[in-house]
């Protein structure tokens, strides 16, 4: 018997305006990166915030975001330790300069994984 795996559905969404822009779908969790490189291809991001998952924490896609003029919010996971050393560093030294506040911070614990996300101001 074949194994079927779930229909993977890419979207861009306004949340200004509460619209789809673009929604796409893929074979597979793989596809997302081609996906969403086409969106950016047809889809006019300049000085919008694009949030995306570790999937496409990968250069070809941070620099076409960069190229189309748009900020982005992009998870660093472990599997990438230079870079999440570069990043955890980089914030470290506003840490320590003692000017943020954290306002909130979450510990989350599952599917296998612990999760921290703080929000400083």
């Known amino acids: 018997m ?3 795996t779930a229909l993977q559905l890419v979207t861009a969404y306004d949340t200004e305006r509460g619209l789809v822009l673009s929604q796409q779908s893929t074979e597979n ?3 997302e ?4 490189r086409q969106m950016l291809d047809v889809i006019n991001v300049k000085d919008s915030v694009i949030t995306v998952d570790a999937l496409h924490c990968q250069r ?3 620099e ?9 919010v992009v998870q660093v996971k472990n599997n990438q330790p230079k870079l ?3 990043v955890v560093e980089q914030f470290q030294a506003v840490f320590d300069a003692g000017k ?4 909130t911070e979450i510990k989350e614990k599952h599917h296998g ?3 921290e996300r703080y929000v400083a101001l």
């Open 33 to 36: 990166i081609s996906v969403v």
């Open 29 to 31: 969790k793989n596809g």
């Open 84 to 86: 999440r050393a570069a």
């Open 100 to 103: 943020e506040k954290i306002v």
């Open 2 to 4: 074949e194994k079927k």
């Open 113 to 115: 994984r612990s999760e």
């Open 64 to 72: 076409k975001i960069a190229e189309k003029k748009a900020h982005v």
């Open 60 to 62: 070809d896609t941070l």
